[in-house]
């Protein structure tokens, strides 16, 4: 029961202090001081205090948007494990849930955008799900090198299963697991090379052109719902790089904390070395991490 709790506590209030720790990593590379690390949640406290204003073009789709993606995204977060414990929500194939619940947020992101009736935020819709249909099969195939790795078809016993020994025994499958799973973590995010959450280019913008008629309440829900599927991927991707068990609760949760705050300082460091890719660039790399996943599953099928 105090698992369940403090699972739940970490994904409520831990996903906006990765968005300040990338944010001051940015910062401390361009010999700024940055926002403080608390800046996300200062951000998200303003816009639920202002209004929200709805186009007379728009219909429920619109104001539904928001609220399914946050739903679905949190339903995710119950089903992964943080730290070295099962999560609240586990059962056989769960993984494919897991799944299709970002499916089913990035949906109605698509929907709401449409509903608008712009045909700049339909540029930006049409985008995303291409991307995304790039990006799926490297999750899949990381799911069924689990699934055979650990003999389950349950998230909460695969990844936990994930230590040293499946390592030593499994190293070069895991390793190009990795690789797919971080290209895919920072495309699914939005994040550089693949997009800028911080771009005002239009030719050059994907999530953000989507969510640019939200205001307020709903625009705060769509950050929130972004930075929590930052931290449940984030953490997936955690438990393959960062394989432990300490057999103390309070350290494994410890391990898991520090390993997230790693990850946002390895994404803020990506972000300031590199540059946006060309647009005819990202499904080349998006195929490449397929590449990769797919030879991670062939290395175990033996």
């Known amino acids: 029961m105090a698992d369940t709790v403090i699972h739940i506590l970490i994904g409520f209030l831990m996903p906006p202090l990765l968005l300040g720790v990338i944010g001051k990593t940015k910062a401390a590379f361009a010999g700024r001081v940055g926002a403080p690390f608390l ?19 728009t219909t429920w789709v619109f104001r539904a948007g928001p609220i399914v993606t946050l739903a679905a995204t949190f339903i995710a977060a119950l089903l992964i494990p943080f730290g070295n414990h099962s999560a ?20 109605f992101t698509t929907i709401a955008a449409l509903d608008t009736g712009s045909s700049f935020e339909g540029m930006g819709a049409a985008r995303e799900v291409t991307f995304s249909c790039l990006a799926e099969p ?53 994040r550089i090379p693949f997009d800028d959450p911080n771009t005002h280019l239009e030719l050059t913008m994907i999530h953000e052109v989507m969510v640019l008629d939200h205001s307020g309440p709903a625009f705060a829900l769509i950050q929130y719902a972004a930075a ?34 790693l990850l946002a300082v390895a994404i803020g460091s990506v972000e300031s070395v590199m540059a946006r890719l060309r647009m005819v ?18 290395l175990v099928m033996r």
Not at 231 to 260: E, Q
Request: charged share 10%.
């Open 88 to 107: 609240p929500i586990s059962f056989t194939g769960d993984m494919i849930l897991f799944a299709y619940l970002f499916g089913l947020a990035r949906f």
């Open 228 to 261: 929590l599927k930052l931290f449940v991927l984030g953490a997936f991707f955690t438990h393959l790089a960062v394989p432990y068990r300490t057999g103390n609760s309070a350290l494994d949760w410890g391990v898991f904390v520090l390993g997230m705050l």
């Open 39 to 57: 800046q996300p949640y200062h951000d998200l406290m303003r816009l639920v205090r202002k209004g929200s204003i709805f186009s007379e073009t």
């Open 138 to 190: 490297t999750l899949f195939f990381a799911l069924i090198t689990l699934a055979k790795l650990s003999g389950s078809l349950s998230l909460s016993t695969m990844l936990t299963e994930v230590c040293c020994s499946l390592w030593l025994n499994a190293g070069a499958s895991l390793l190009l697991l990795l690789g797919g799973l971080f290209v895919v973590l920072l495309a699914e995010n939005c």
């Open 281 to 298: 660039r990202i499904p080349q790399l998006l195929v490449a991490a397929t590449i990769l996943a797919a030879f991670s599953t062939l």
